[in-house]
């Protein structure tokens, strides 16, 4: 997807389609890290430690449960 840059005010703005706010989680209220390598930018939703916490306890069963199962899969 192209996207191009939309004169806001004093500053410039790109408009983060819903399809894709949906795909991330995301709301307009969801706070975003911005990294820049100077040449392109990475754009990660600041999650609440809570549910980064309930994240990392889901995968940690699903490991516990179906890890063998999955590393025969991956085999």
Request: proline share 5%; charged share 30%.
């Amino acid at each position: 997807m192209v996207k191009n840059l939309t004169k806001h005010g004093n500053s410039y703005a790109m408009v983060i389609d819903k399809p894709i706010l949906d795909l991330l989680g995301a709301t307009p209220e969801t706070p975003f890290e911005i990294i820049s390598d100077g040449r392109s930018l990475v754009l990660t939703p600041v999650r609440d430690a809570q549910e980064e916490k309930k994240f990392d306890d889901a995968v940690a069963m699903v490991h516990k449960r179906f890890g063998r199962a999955m590393k025969k899969l991956a085999e």
